[in-house]
């Protein structure tokens, strides 16, 4: 398994081992202990699986608020999609910055978001399947979203024409005027 850090703190690229056969592959999707010893401890509660039957369907900008803000660990079960975080940590040296990861059932990827961070992403593929694991669990009260076009954060989702929304994230507001939920602890 490789961990790799990226340019956003806290924000991590794992690539699990594949151990191939003649059957196919075998794959641990995730092993506490083991990223325990990359200083990653979390207690994952609720797993989520969605899939995306059009490939320009864009999930995001989204995040829970405190008490209930979430970690989560992303994966691709079928096709591919440009993952995205972007860092909403008051204070943090990087925030409002964002990144994109491409995470296929090819690569085997997962991409770690801490709390703090907007998460989003559009599919490339057709049928394409997105599974992540939770650090907390859904709480309606507490959903919470940032426009995916938001000119703040100028995130280049790589679209030819316009994506395919949830009314919800049509209608979600600009970064700037949220209250600072979170802040960054170095
Ligand atoms: C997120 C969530 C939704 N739901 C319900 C509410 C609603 O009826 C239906 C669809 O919800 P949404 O439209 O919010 O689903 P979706 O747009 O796929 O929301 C997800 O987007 C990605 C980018 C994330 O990061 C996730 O945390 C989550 O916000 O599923 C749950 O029951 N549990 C959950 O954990």
Redesign the pocket.
């Known amino acids: 398994m490789q961990v790799l850090t990226t340019e956003l703190p806290g924000v991590l690229i794992i690539e699990p081992d594949r151990f191939g056969d003649a059957r196919g592959f075998f794959s641990e999707s995730w092993n506490r202990r083991r990223m325990a010893g990359h200083g990653v401890e979390i207690d994952f509660v ?1 797993d ?1 699986h ?1 899939l995306s039957v059009e490939p320009g369907t864009l ?6 608020t405190p008490p209930h803000a ?1 970690a ?1 660990l ?1 994966r691709c079960g079928r096709g591919a999609f440009m993952d995205v975080v972007a860092d909403i940590r008051h204070g943090s040296p990087t925030y409002g910055r964002w990144l994109g990861v491409d995470l296929s059932f090819e690569n085997g990827r997962q991409l770690l ?1 801490p709390e703090g961070f907007l ?3 559009v599919t490339r593929q057709p049928e394409t399947e ?1 599974i ?1 694991k ?1 650090s907390d ?2 709480a ?1 009260d507490c ?1 919470a ?1 940032v426009r995916f076009d938001d000119p703040d954060l100028a995130i280049d989702w790589g679209l030819d024409g316009p994506p395919i929304l ?1 009314d ?2 049509a209608a979600a507001p600009r970064l700037r005027g949220l209250p600072a939920y979170f802040t960054w602890k170095g």
């Open positions: 609720q989520n969605s999930r995001g900008l989204h995040f829970q979430q989560k992303v978001v998460h989003g992403f997105i992540y939770c669990y859904y309606p959903d979203a949830s919800k994230d």
